[in-house]
């Protein structure tokens, strides 16, 4: 069974742009949670989405955004891009969203701001 | 709200030698506990995950977790180091809605 994949594995942008990133999930998994890496802040949790509705939502500012398609594909997009938002992003998914459900992990998208 | 805290930045052992990886934990209720380990330009892979039950967990790799209540611990343990363990481990905890929250992890370098 294929692993959890994104689309673009690497990706520059400058200040002021915005970018979407694609994750696609295991096949039959229904929730897709996406993750900002970065070394002075860690892995932070961004939303989850489940069955293209958005379940969970972590603390970040509104130019961060997502959604998912009926085949439970997801994307995330972030607006006027700052230099912070220079990070690896990951995206992750689960059968059917339970905490009991093992999480499992794509590469990662890492985007660099300049 | 909830929080993980892993004590170790950066661990150095020698390869056969045993190991522990630190992680406390704050949660009100019974936690979800999972360890992943990530290795560079790589995402996490889960090695182990406590949800209720058994206090002591097995997972893949050889590796082993404790989850001690009393010391809101969950600590990460391998009887002997390879040297393809060297990676960066996380620990995280999971509430009941779904939310995880990740330590800043614990780089493990192996020495020959």
């Known amino acids: 069974k294929a692993g959890v994949t994104q689309t673009p594995r690497y990706l520059i942008k400058t200040r002021g742009q915005q970018v979407t990133l694609s994750c696609s999930p295991i096949?039959?998994?229904?929730?897709v949670s996406w993750y900002q890496q970065t070394p002075g802040q860690g892995l932070q949790f961004l939303f989850e989405?489940?069955?293209?509705?958005?379940?969970n939502k972590g603390n970040f500012p509104g130019r961060f955004s997502g959604r998912q398609f009926s085949n439970s594909r997801s994307e995330m997009n972030v607006s006027t891009l700052e230099l912070g938002d220079s990070a690896l992003y990951l995206c992750?998914?689960?059968?059917?969203?339970?905490?009991?459900?093992?999480?499992?992990f794509g590469p990662g998208t890492r985007l660099t701001v300049l | 709200a909830q929080s993980v805290t892993q004590p170790d930045i950066h661990i150095t052992v020698s390869e056969g030698a045993s190991l522990e990886l630190r992680c406390n934990y704050s949660y009100g209720a019974t936690p979800y506990l999972f360890w992943y380990v990530q290795s560079p330009g790589q995402g996490l892979q889960l090695l182990l995950k406590?949800?209720?039950?058994?206090?002591l967990v097995q997972g893949i790799k050889g590796f082993e977790a404790e989850f001690k209540r009393s010391q809101s611990s969950f600590n990460l343990r391998k009887p002997s180091v390879h040297w393809s363990d060297a990676a960066e481990y996380f620990c995280?905890?999971?509430?009941?809605?779904?939310?995880?929250?990740f330590g800043d992890g614990t780089t493990l370098t192996v020495k020959p």
């Open positions: 995280a905890v999971e509430d009941t809605a779904g939310k995880s929250t």
């Open positions: 992750a998914s689960k059968k059917q969203g339970e905490g009991t459900d093992t999480q499992y």
């Open positions: 096949s039959g998994h229904r929730s």
């Open positions: 406590y949800f209720s039950g058994d206090t």
């Open positions: 989405y489940f069955s293209e509705t958005q379940r």
